[in-house]
């Protein structure tokens, strides 16, 4: 690692925010709509969760008692367009059965409290892991818990913030220490990595035109 990472991660992020702008996330109308769309957007693109999304709108189920007393069956057969439409209607079903069972239904209670505390409610649910978790708890709960994606992974080791040999853990501390501690700023910071990743910081890197094509960095890596 090179450099000062704390200051870096701050320069990336003011860099960002001028060349995109506001990103608007989550795109979701309801903190249900957060969850929902956090455990289907696994190994998927965002069109596909949508199409599920307005499928389960269509059916009047996208509401956690429609969702409690919906069969694990009829929940895949709406969800289809997410891929691997059965794993994820299991991964639901284990988190509305959580959210029922423990929290008499209420997703206020399962988020608040202490954050490790909240996080670790979610890891012992089948099929959550720490993005998913993340994603829930910022964007579903406002909490100060930054999420660690593909894309961020990689623009961080390109630029020499990270290495192939930290863990997701070790790249949210990176982010808790460096970033600014506000709601607002974990939340547009994971958007505009998204799209950085999206446009620019590709498996094949595209540095032409990157807002930070100018930073010490190595698009081979």
Not at 62 to 90: C, F, M, P, Q
Not at 153 to 168: G, S, V
Not at 192 to 213: I, T
Request: aromatic content about 8%.
């Amino acid at each position: 690692m090179r450099g000062r990472p704390e200051s870096t991660i701050r320069v990336i992020y003011r860099k960002l925010l001028t060349a995109y702008g506001p990103q608007h996330w989550w795109p979701a109308d309801s903190p249900l709509e957060v969850v929902i769309g956090a455990i289907l957007t696994q190994n998927t693109g965002w069109k596909n969760v949508e199409r599920a999304i307005d499928a389960l709108k269509e059916a009047g189920c996208l509401s956690w008692h429609r969702l409690h007393n919906l069969t694990e069956e009829k929940l895949s057969d709406l969800i289809r367009s997410s891929g691997t439409y059965r794993v994820k209607a299991a991964r639901i079903k284990a988190f509305v059965d959580a959210l029922f069972r423990d929290h008499a239904g209420s997703l206020d209670a399962m988020l608040g409290g202490d954050l490790e505390t909240a996080r670790k409610r979610l890891l012992s649910i089948a099929g959550i892991g720490p993005e998913t978790a993340d994603a829930i708890l910022l964007y579903a709960g406002g909490r100060l818990t930054f999420v660690v994606d593909a894309y961020t992974r990689r623009i961080l080791r390109r630029h020499f913030l990270a290495t192939p040999k930290d863990d997701y853990e070790s790249i949210r501390q990176i982010f808790h220490k460096a970033a600014e501690p506000q709601e607002q700023i974990y939340n547009e910071y994971h958007a505009l990595l998204v799209e950085l990743g999206k446009r620019h910081c590709r498996p094949r890197a595209a540095c032409d035109e990157c807002p930070l094509r100018h930073l010490p960095h190595d698009p081979s890596l």
